[in-house]
């Protein structure tokens, strides 16, 4: 049986070097992000936070958006 995802998410790349420091971004409940809907500074960051996997981000995961 699959479980329903419903809820906002976000795609969060985690700092391997500064806890507490990434980047995060909306996504669906798969992790994928639309990005149609990023301004361009948050594409390119999206973009920037693919390509430093392994290197200074890990890997990314989804993550319900917390209500406060």
């Not at 998410?9 to 507490?20: E, H, T």
């Not at 149609?36 to 200074?56: H, K």
Request: proline residues 6%; contains cysteine.
């Amino acid at each position: 049986m699959m479980q329903s995802r419903s809820g906002p998410f976000q795609l969060c790349f985690r700092s391997l070097f500064d806890p507490g420091r990434g980047y995060a971004f909306p996504c669906d409940g798969d992790g994928r992000v639309d990005l149609d809907q990023l301004s361009e500074n948050a594409r390119n960051n999206y973009l920037f936070a693919r390509a430093m996997v392994g290197r200074e981000l890990a890997a990314p995961a989804v993550e319900a958006v917390g209500l406060h």
